[in-house]
């Protein structure tokens, strides 16, 4: 298992197929936003989105950018890494709490309704 670093996404990739996708963007030299994680349904999510968070973190203190967050996992990471918060940027949405941003619920309608 490898992960393979492209502007703006870093993937993991084993025997040549992609099992997990980090996207983010580049905002200015500065500021950048960790948009979407995605990891193919049979994998390990804890695991692989933790590996490319941990890359990506190395990243961006590199750079010495901030960080908007805008996955729900990765916002949970944070919150349970004090030592990588000090890359966020001020104000992100909160992940826990009444203010929190909320999972909208799925309903697949079938052809009878």
């Known amino acids: 298992m490898t992960i393979t670093e492209q502007p703006g996404q870093l993937q993991v990739v084993q025997d040549e197929q992609l099992l997990a996708r980090?996207?983010?963007?580049?905002?200015?030299?500065?500021s950048w936003v960790l948009e979407q994680i995605f990891v193919r349904p049979s994998q390990s999510a804890t695991t692989l989105a933790d590996q490319l968070i941990k890359r990506?973190?190395?990243?961006?203190t590199a750079a010495q950018v901030t960080v908007k967050l805008l996955d729900p996992y990765a916002k949970r990471y944070f919150s349970q890494h004090p030592a990588d918060q000090a890359l966020l940027a001020d104000h992100q949405l909160p992940v826990t709490g009444d203010a929190a941003v909320k999972p909208v619920a799925l309903h697949?309608?079938?052809?009878e309704e």
Do not use: D, G, V
Request: without cysteine; charged residues 15%; glycine residues 0%.
């Open 108 to 111: 697949l309608h079938t052809e």
């Open 56 to 60: 990506f973190t190395e990243l961006a």
């Open 22 to 30: 980090l996207h983010y963007l580049r905002l200015s030299n500065t």
